[in-house]
């Protein structure tokens, strides 16, 4: 005998057994984490749901304006980075002192727990689970789906959904149409014990940046000091390039070999932002998930951290107006804060990262002084810099010989 389908009054029952919230946000680093604390803080019923043992190969690097616009305590630096050192296919190197500050310096595994543990203390409810896919209910509404350790699956009701689930966000591919097609550099790095000082060429507060093909067909490779530890790694979009094999060669250039390795950790990169961030309803994107990580230089926590703040603010203002349209704000004010940039910096990399005749060259720009000090401006402020015409005019006649081979490479 076919048991009796439950009534429409029990399955009304069990919808209002569902915890709701009024904002899941799927993902946990600093993009999710900063969403989930500034819903939190407005007052919103906000779930932040993270996978366990998940980090993130990065460098770690953050500008000063992070800092200041998220309320990051210095404590949380591992190192202070006062130069970078950049170094060409030939081993030429262009030395890029930062005049005035420094680039600090986070582990990401301290990092993101630290801003994890900051959007509980302000009334996210914080759980460790396995997203697993979205789901409408009878009445419409948007139902969550996640695997805790236990293997045990579980739901809940959300007014709205952030997807900040990182590179291949499984949030993005079920809600956000053309999200599949997005496309990705593949980062690897080794986080190893830095050696003693003066054991090595080492700097603890120097970047070395080596655009060299052999370590990295079309992007570039790093060795970035964070204090007791140190990232050492490469990334390519070329499928099939050994990374791994790179980074060993990487360490042996630079005398770091024999250093004690603690860990590995290799993921996704995204080369543009995704050309939609929301589905018009309920869902809307941030961090890697709606691909905001700067071409050529693969920086990603500054703008993550913004794209989790405007997506926080496109779903308040979402509840606040009863509009849905409020979502499409998230990527409007990125794109128009720093699309430009965005784009500036992608065709950088398509062009001067195309072979090691080109990187040669573009090394040897690094090494004027114009160029260093705009880009660390740039840098320290996240903008373009537009106050110095004739540095931008000295910088274009140095781009056009080197492009056209009138200058020396």
Not at 49 to 60: F, H, N, V, W
Request: charged share 25%; net charge positive.
């Amino acid at each position: 005998m076919r048991p009796a389908l439950p009534s429409l009054q029990q399955r009304a029952h069990a919808m209002r057994q569902v915890e709701t919230f009024d904002a899941v946000v799927v993902g946990g680093g600093p993009s999710g984490a900063t969403a989930a604390a500034d819903l939190a803080r407005l007052g919103r019923s906000v779930l932040l749901l993270d996978r366990a043992g998940r980090i993130k190969p990065c460098g770690g690097a953050i500008p000063p304006r992070l800092l200041r616009e998220f309320d990051i305590p210095d404590s949380l630096l591992v190192a202070r980075v006062r130069a970078a050192r950049i170094v060409s296919p030939r081993a030429r190197e262009a030395q890029m002192p930062i005049a005035d500050g420094f680039v600090g310096m986070v582990d990401r595994l301290d990092f993101d727990e630290w801003l994890r543990a900051r959007a509980a203390t302000v009334g996210a409810t914080r759980r460790r689970g396995l997203f697993e896919r979205l789901e409408r209910g009878a009445d419409g509404a948007l139902l969550v789906h996640y695997k805790l350790a236990s293997g045990e699956v579980q739901q809940v009701r959300a007014r709205a959904v952030i997807g900040a689930d990182g590179a291949l966000s499984a949030v993005a591919r079920q809600a956000i149409p053309g999200a599949e097609r997005a496309r990705f550099v593949f980062a690897y790095h080794e986080i190893i014990r830095s050696p003693a000082a003066n054991a090595t060429d080492f700097d603890a507060e120097r970047c070395d940046v080596y655009y060299r093909g052999e370590l990295s067909p079309d992007f570039y490779s790093w060795i970035f000091p964070h204090g007791a530890t140190t990232s050492v790694g490469t990334g390519s979009a070329q499928k099939g390039f050994a990374l791994r094999g790179a980074v060993g060669a990487l360490r042996e250039v630079a005398g770091l070999d024999g250093a004690e390795t603690l860990r590995r950790e290799g993921a996704p990169i995204p080369l543009r932002p995704l050309p939609r961030w929301d589905n018009g309803r309920d869902v809307v994107l941030a961090g890697d998930a709606a691909g905001v990580v700067a071409p050529a230089s693969g920086e990603g926590i500054y703008y993550a951290m913004l794209g989790g703040r405007l997506a926080a603010e496109a779903v308040e203002a979402m509840h606040a107006s009863g509009d849905a349209r409020a979502l499409r704000s998230a990527r409007r004010r990125f794109m128009k804060s720093h699309g430009q940039v965005f784009w500036i910096l992608g065709m950088m990399q398509r062009f001067w990262y195309a072979n090691d005749a080109r990187r040669e060259r573009f090394v040897n720009i690094c090494r004027d002084a114009d160029v260093q000090q705009l880009t660390w401006d740039a840098y320290m402020n996240k903008e373009l810099v537009r106050a110095k015409p004739m540095a931008h005019m000295r910088i274009f006649a140095k781009n056009m010989a080197h492009l056209l081979g009138l200058a020396a490479a």
